[in-house]
């Protein structure tokens, strides 16, 4: 969190002429907010090791990242978190689902995120972490997701051609490209100072921000299990464009939840009661 407050102090002082690798470093870099003496108690409880991820852009080396789960059940639970965040910031859900003993629950630290090391990180290594935890650990049969990881989850079912029992997002990202606008905008980078980053990172990745729409991207079939929560006034994830995807894909079933925002969502009673009856009821 110190490099972060650092960072928007920089980009804040250069108005008008921003630094193009301070802008990159601002974007890719996730800051860690320390674990809190409760999560520490679960993380004790934990099973834990490591699986390897490839870094395709930022290293070119292959990275681990480290995993965790809980209950020995034959169903595969997995949870993947969202930017900033890490695997025990689904601490209520994880405890709610290990009321059921069927169950085992595997959560990571994405690249970058809680304890797994890694300077910078990307949409793409949240996606290969579920792929490597699906080949090198366990096939999960429930994916969930919260915001970026709502979005990688997406790839990563499609790129493993796998078809889960049920797939759960939690106040997805939809359109990566704007969410990239909303953090520039909140240091005060002009749009025309921004044209530098979106140019520099097609040159890098080698694909448009705008390549990154779950509009676009989302390949699923119909008869795929697919519930989606969400608070209509969350600022992190637009409601304009979740409901371009929704009407787009009608065989997704959603819930609006009100007053539970983006990050709140997760410790929200009614939310995480409707998952673990959805993942009681599969035959």
């Not at 078809?163 to 025309?192: G, H, Y």
Request: hydrophobic residues 40%; glycine residues 4%.
């Amino acid at each position: 969190m110190k490099r972060l407050k650092q960072l928007i102090g920089d980009l804040k002082q250069q108005q008008g002429n921003p630094d193009a690798a301070l802008m990159r470093e601002f974007i890719f870099y996730s800051p860690k907010m320390p674990l809190r003496l409760h999560q520490e108690q679960l993380i004790a409880e934990s099973k834990q090791f490591s699986l390897p991820v490839f870094d395709t852009y930022f290293t070119r080396s292959e990275i681990s990242i480290n995993c965790f789960s809980w209950g020995k059940g034959k169903r595969k639970v997995l949870l993947t978190h969202g930017w900033a965040s890490k695997a025990l910031d689904f601490y209520e859900l994880i405890l709610a689902l290990l009321k059921n003993d069927d169950l085992e629950v595997i959560a990571f630290d994405a690249p970058g995120n809680g304890s797994s090391v890694s300077e910078f990180s990307n949409l793409m290594l949240y996606a290969d972490s579920v792929k490597s935890i699906a080949l090198n650990y366990a096939q999960p049969d429930v994916l969930i997701g919260h915001s970026l990881g709502g979005m990688a989850n997406v790839i990563a079912v499609q790129e493993l051609a796998i078809q889960p029992q049920l797939l759960v997002s939690i106040a997805p990202l939809i359109r990566l490209k704007e969410n990239f606008e909303q953090s520039l905008d909140s240091v005060n980078i002009a749009s025309q100072d921004q044209e530098i980053f979106f140019a520099n990172f097609e040159k890098e990745f080698p694909v448009s921000a705008s390549y990154f729409n779950l509009s676009s991207l989302y390949k699923l079939k119909n008869e795929t299990n697919h519930f989606l929560a969400f608070d209509p006034e969350d600022h992190i994830s637009p409601y304009p464009f979740l409901k371009e995807f929704l009407d787009k894909y009608p065989a997704i079933t959603s819930k609006s939840f009100e007053n539970v925002g983006h990050y709140k969502i997760l410790k929200s009673v009614e939310v995480i009661e409707d998952i673990t009856k959805q993942i009681q009821a599969l035959s």
